[in-house]
């Protein structure tokens, strides 16, 4: 069965500085995509970044990257120079192939202070 | 190039009355997936739809609840005779039909149950 896991529930970093949110994730499936959402205080779901199971390199977008570990079933967000805005719940997702659904974390509040 | 609509964007119901939830998929996608999260929460996989067709209802309660996505017009999400527990942000997301595919969510509709 998928699983993710997301161990802080909180964050809090300063503006302009890098910041790591944990994702991990259990699956048997050799073919999967893991994903990240932001979800601010407005309440909509934004996509921010896709992994590919098979990819060889890291995804990046922008301000964020995914730091993508397989061997250790891990799929960190990095956001590199956190803006005031960034202030949101982020959710790490894990869909695999031929599962119709997508399973998400409990997700992280990140809080960016001025 | 619009994303996927939902309306309406806040319902409030009494215990008993019915609930529909709309949702227009973007342009181009032909997978619909229906959402809740409970405040604090994750969002939970429910019924995943393709034209006429339900493909996937595993994480629908039995009762009460039911889904379609017709030939032509939005989906639908249908509670009947709702009950406080039913309270919760509905969310729906499409994807284009290729496996592993990226879901971009709708703006969600917030339900609830006086």
């Known amino acids: 069965a998928q699983k993710i896991t997301q161990t802080q529930p909180g964050m809090f970093v300063q503006e302009k500085e890098a910041v790591t949110l944990d994702c991990t994730y259990d699956?048997?499936?050799?073919?999967?995509?893991l994903f990240w959402y932001k979800q601010p205080s407005s309440g909509e779901m934004i996509f921010l970044i896709y992994q590919g199971s098979y990819d060889q390199q890291n995804a990046t977008e922008g301000r964020y990257s995914l730091n993508f570990q397989k061997a250790r079933k891990s799929a960190n967000l990095v956001i590199s120079s956190s803006q005031l805005g960034y202030s949101a719940m982020y959710f790490c997702?894990?869909?695999?192939?031929?599962?119709?659904?997508?399973?998400f974390g409990a997700g992280t509040r990140l809080t960016v202070k001025p | 190039n619009a994303g996927v609509m939902q309306n309406p964007r806040h319902l409030v119901r009494r215990r008993g009355q019915e609930a529909r939830l709309r949702c227009s998929p973007m342009k181009g996608h032909s997978h619909v997936y229906w959402y809740r999260q409970l405040p604090e929460e994750g969002l939970k996989f429910m019924v995943y739809?393709?034209?006429?067709?339900?493909?996937?209802e595993s994480g629908m309660p039995k009762e009460r609840f039911s889904a379609e996505f017709p030939k032509e017009g939005p989906s639908i999400l249908r509670i009947q005779q709702v009950v406080r527990g039913d309270s919760a942000a509905y969310f729906c997301?499409?994807?284009?039909?290729?496996?592993?595919?990226?879901?971009?969510f709708g703006p969600g509709t917030r339900l609830t149950v006086l």
């Open positions: 997301a499409s994807s284009p039909p290729r496996e592993t595919g990226i879901m971009f």
């Open positions: 699956t048997s499936d050799p073919s999967y995509g």
């Open positions: 997702a894990m869909r695999e192939k031929g599962n119709n659904d997508m399973r």
């Open positions: 739809l393709q034209k006429e067709n339900i493909i996937d």
